[in-house]
C-alpha cells in the first residue's frame, strides 16, 4: 500500500510539471453587463452632463459657460474622454453652449444635434443632426432619447431611458404635459434635471406628483437665485436634491434594471 501511494506521488509530481493547455484560450470572453454613467459637473457656470457606455461611447449634454473650461476639461480627462460621439445642446445661450468651440477645435466630435439650427457655422467641423418635437432617438444600445418639446431656438425637453431606467431633462420652464412623460417612457423618471438652474417655478407640484422622481439635478449659474418655494417643493416631494455647487459632480452608475449614486 504504501509502495502505491509513492507511486501516485512521483506521478503526480511529473503531471505538475506539464501544465495542461490553457481551456480559456478556446472560450470566448466574458462579456460585460451593459452599464451606464451619468456624470453631471459642478462646473462654476453652466450645465454639462456625461454619459458613458460599456460600448466606449461618450455623449456630452451641454457645455458650460466658457468660464467653466478648465473645470470641463479637467472632468472630462478624469473621466478618460478623449472623443465625443455627440454633443447634444438642449438650449442655445451662453451658459449652455459657452465651450462648444473649445470642444470642437480640441476633441473629436462625431456628431451635434440640435433643436433648431442657428449653429450652421459649425457645419464644416462637425455632423449637424436636428431633433424634432415627438422623435426617438437610439443613440446606444438600450439608450434611447424621446423628445418631448422644442423651440425655434433651439430648446428642448427630453427623457433620457436606458433599460428599466428614466430620466426627465427639461430644458424648459414652462410644463410639460405629464402624461406624455409617463405615457412615452417604459417607467416613470427617476431622476429629473430642474430647468433654468431652479430659479423659476417648474416642475410644479401637479408633475412632481405624477411622475415621483427619486432624484432631482440643480446646475450652478452665478447670475440664477434659487426659488425657495421650488427647492420646497422638490423637498416635500421625497426627492433627494443634489444641488452640485453644494455636492459637488455628481455621478450615477446605471444597470438595465437598477442605478446608484456612487459619487
Known amino acids: 500500500m504504501k509502495q502505491k501511494i509513492k507511486s501516485f506521488i ?15 484560450k478556446t472560450q470566448l470572453p466574458m462579456q460585460e453587463d451593459p452599464q451606464l454613467l451619468l456624470s ?33 476639461i479637467n472632468q472630462l480627462e478624469e473621466l478618460g474622454v478623449t472623443k465625443l460621439d455627440a454633443i447634444i445642446l438642449s438650449k442655445q445661450t ?6 462648444l468651440h473649445y470642444l470642437l477645435d ?11 439650427k442657428p449653429l450652421n457655422e459649425f457645419s464644416n467641423q462637425v455632423k449637424l443632426q436636428q431633433w424634432e418635437k415627438g422623435e426617438q432617438h437610439n443613440l446606444a444600445n ?17 427623457t433620457i431611458q436606458y433599460g428599466d431606467n428614466s430620466m426627465l431633462y427639461m430644458g424648459f ?43 432631482g439635478i440643480i446646475f450652478n449659474s452665478s447670475s440664477a437665485k434659487l426659488n425657495p418655494r421650488l427647492v420646497e417643493r422638490l423637498n416635500e416631494s421625497w426627492i ?11 455621478i450615477i452608475q446605471m444597470t438595465l434594471t437598477d442605478y446608484e449614486v456612487i459619487s
Open 142 to 158: 438600450h439608450l434611447q432619447f424621446h423628445v418631448f418639446d422644442t423651440s425655434v431656438d433651439g430648446e428642448m425637453t427630453f
Open 240 to 250: 433627494d436634491v443634489y444641488q452640485l455647487k453644494q455636492v459637488g459632480t455628481t
Open 40 to 72: 453631471f459637473f459642478n462646473l462654476p457656470e453652466g450645465e454639462a452632463t456625461l454619459i458613458q457606455t460599456t460600448g466606449d461611447e461618450n455623449y456630452l449634454i451641454n457645455t458650460g459657460s466658457d468660464n467653466s473650461t478648465t473645470e470641463l
Open 94 to 99: 451662453e451658459d449652455y453652449i459657452g465651450n
Open 173 to 215: 420652464s414652462e410644463q410639460i404635459n405629464k402624461d406624455l412623460v409617463i405615457q412615452n417612457s417604459n417607467s416613470k423618471p427617476d431622476i429629473i434635471k430642474v430647468p433654468d438652474f431652479a430659479q423659476n417655478n417648474s416642475p410644479s407640484e401637479t408633475l412632481l406628483k405624477a411622475i415621483d422622481p427619486h432624484i
Open 10 to 24: 512521483i506521478v503526480l509530481s511529473i503531471i505538475m510539471c506539464f501544465p495542461l493547455p490553457a481551456i480559456a
Open 106 to 116: 480640441h476633441i473629436a466630435v462625431k456628431n451635434l444635434i440640435v433643436a433648431a
